[in-house]
């Protein structure tokens, strides 16, 4: 059963994590292959925007660019974090400053102004 959020979005979207493509609301059809989200990777179950082989949950495609992030590590008042589409390391993964835990090649929030502090899509981890 799609979420009241999934009924509520547009039929088709433009992305900056896929510019050159419009991206289409379409439900999963039931096959054996595991669609993940290109954001999150995690499986997509329901609805999902799509073109060819790239894929968001309609929550990824929806996630604000900016954040503020209030962490112990971080001195001061909250740090302006921006979302990025990869990480911005050579072997395309990342560790979360706040849980500790291994990032993957998925979107993270990286801060504006410490630029070596990462976080997941949840930020709040």
Not at 55 to 83: E, F, V
Request: aromatic share 14%.
């Amino acid at each position: 059963m799609a979420s009241p959020y999934e009924w509520m979005a547009p039929p088709v979207v433009r992305h900056p994590a896929y510019p050159s493509k419009p991206l289409s609301l379409v439900q999963r059809p039931p096959t054996p292959d595991h669609v993940r989200c290109n954001a999150c990777s995690f499986p997509i179950t329901g609805f999902r925007y799509n073109y060819g082989s790239y894929n968001l949950h309609p929550y990824c495609a929806a996630i604000s660019p900016h954040l503020y992030i209030q962490h112990p590590h971080l001195p001061g008042p909250p740090h302006l974090a921006t979302l990025m589409f990869f990480p911005p390391y050579q072997n395309r993964q990342f560790t979360c400053n706040i849980c500790r835990k291994w990032g993957g090649s998925h979107w993270l929030y990286r801060c504006t102004v410490c630029h070596d502090f990462d976080a997941h899509l949840e930020a709040n981890c």
